[in-house]
């Protein structure tokens, strides 16, 4: 099975830029989706196709990829920020979750 | 506005099935993937599967052997099954629509706890 690697946890100062990144084979040749979630609560897309943004996803969140890595930024971090957050591919038909990262806002 | 409104039973005692049920409001059924994923507690998301209106199927293939998927385009439903149960498969499960040729996965449902205990 295809996987991905995201580091466990991420901490970012308060409005400061936060980074998180995710690892995988071939990673460039496929699109990139990444979820926030937050306690209780269902995932809610913040990115997809490498670095588009939702309707109603502030500009602060953005997603970019660069040989077997790829990243999604968040600019002036809030305190709302705070979630897991998740990164997704397709790859032959099924599809692949990193494991999550924790954004922790300081 | 495009919701998923998801039910099933909560509590299973192993080697029971697991039946979930989807329903989609305010989005054509037809078109997209339809797909189901679980999350055990405390841990991260993982895929089950998906199916289209046509009621074409792609599995995860840990799970290929226990899981159905079906739907009612009808009630513009869609139900997962899996069978045999163990405390492994406690956890909250989720469905979601799978959009376009990107495939990502732009609306949620709710989630289930389901939790599986003698």
């Known amino acids: 099975s295809y996987e991905l690697a995201q580091p466990v946890s991420v901490s970012v100062a308060l409005g400061q830029t936060a980074r998180i990144t995710c690892g995988g084979n071939?990673?460039?040749?496929?699109?990139v989706h990444w979820y926030q979630q937050k306690p209780g609560q269902a995932p809610v897309l913040v990115i997809f196709t490498d670095s588009n943004r939702p309707y109603g996803i502030p500009e602060r969140f953005s997603g970019s990829k660069s040989g077997n890595t790829a990243s999604l930024t968040i600019s002036r971090a809030q305190g709302g920020d705070e979630a897991d957050y998740y990164c997704q591919v397709w790859d032959s038909s099924t599809a692949a979750f990193g494991g999550g990262t924790k954004l922790t806002v300081l | 506005q495009v919701q998923l409104q998801q039910w099933g039973a909560g509590l299973l005692k192993p080697s029971e099935t697991l039946s979930l049920t989807c329903a989609v409001y305010?989005?054509?059924?037809?078109?997209?993937?339809w797909t189901w994923i679980r999350q055990p507690p405390g841990r991260g998301l993982e895929w089950i599967g998906e199916?289209?209106?046509?009621?074409?199927?792609n599995y995860n293939p840990s799970l290929r052997s226990r899981v159905t998927t079906s739907v009612d385009t009808s009630k513009n439903q869609f139900s997962l099954n899996l069978r045999s149960v163990t405390a492994a498969d406690t956890a909250v499960y989720y469905c979601?629509?799978?959009?376009?040729?990107?495939?990502?996965?732009?609306?949620w449902g709710q989630g289930t706890l389901v939790t599986v205990s003698s």
């Open positions: 199916i289209n209106h046509r009621g074409s199927t």
């Open positions: 305010g989005a054509p059924f037809s078109g997209y993937y």
């Open positions: 071939n990673i460039e040749t496929k699109y």
């Open positions: 979601a629509r799978v959009r376009g040729a990107t495939r990502h996965l732009d609306y």
